[in-house]
């Protein structure tokens, strides 16, 4: 009968373990999901990912600046 008690005991330390990870680590383990759904995905083409601009390397720093004004 003990040992049965420590395996639900040591079960349910992993279930809250776990259920405590997804919770402290959710924001990062969101974008890698999503990232994993993207690579894994056929028809996903990066060209056409125009609508996230915060993460856009190339994106100027400054995207109200214009460098050919004559102020």
């Known amino acids: 009968m003990g040992a049965v008690t420590a395996a639900i005991i040591a079960v349910a330390g992993l279930v809250i373990g776990w259920v405590a990870i997804e919770m402290a680590c959710k924001p990062c383990l969101d974008k890698g999901r999503q990232a994993i759904d993207r690579s894994l995905n056929p028809e ?28």
């Not at 083409?45 to 102020?71: F, G, K, Q, V, Y």
């Open 44 to 71: 996903y083409d990066p060209d056409d990912d125009d609508d996230d601009h915060n993460n856009n390397i190339r994106a100027p720093l400054n995207p109200n600046l214009n460098p050919t004004s004559d102020s």
